[in-house]
């Protein structure tokens, strides 16, 4: 492992801990409302919650591959690999998502959700690249991507508990 991977072991830990943890919360909340989740005309509910689910993945991915003892050009191709393979499933959610028409709530939220999202992808892949090429301050930037993507998914998993909450179950 190299050095610069040796002083992100603390954060990575608590990366995957952090990630594990709120996927296993996420699986909660969408068990408690599945009905109305799995209801024809909440495509844009379902389309969210595969959006978070993905975000916790990919960090909980992310710490994962930090810890395995790797240079950081490995490191930076798994980490490209990682996000690249997370952008389709996350792009048929978004068009699914933003093609949902029937439930009543401001779709202003799920487009900033989308295009948020694809914004982190972005800057996921520029860092990956930059892990990739043995520039290590890129370390920060995907870093922040996790713990932003981890803080965004909170925020997402909070309104789509409360936009659950608003759809009548059949």
Do not use: D, K, M
């Given at each position: 492992m190299t050095e610069e991977l040796v002083l992100w072991h603390d954060f990575n830990v608590a990366l995957v801990t952090a990630s594990a943890g709120l996927l296993g919360l996420l699986f909660v909340a969408l068990s408690i409302h599945v009905r109305a989740l799995t209801a024809r005309r909440n495509a844009e509910l379902r389309s969210v919650a595969r959006t978070i689910f993905l975000g916790y993945v990919v960090s909980l991915g992310i710490g994962f591959l930090a810890l395995l003892p790797q240079t950081l050009t490995a490191l930076g191709a798994e980490l490209l690999a990682l996000v690249l393979a997370a952008t389709l499933p996350f792009a048929a959610a978004a068009r699914n998502g933003l093609r949902a028409r029937g439930v009543g709530y401001d779709r202003r939220v799920t487009t900033l959700q989308f295009v948020a999202g694809f914004g982190l992808v972005i800057v996921t892949i520029a860092g990956s690249i930059g892990v990739?090429?043995?520039?290590?301050?890129?370390?920060?930037?995907?870093?922040?991507?996790?713990?932003?993507?981890?803080?965004?998914?909170?925020?997402?998993?909070?309104?789509?508990?409360?936009?659950?909450?608003?759809v009548n179950e059949p």
């Open positions: 990739a090429v043995g520039e290590s301050a890129a370390l920060y930037v995907i870093a922040g991507v996790a713990v932003v993507g981890l803080l965004w998914g909170v925020f997402n998993t909070w309104e789509l508990i409360f936009r659950t909450q608003g």
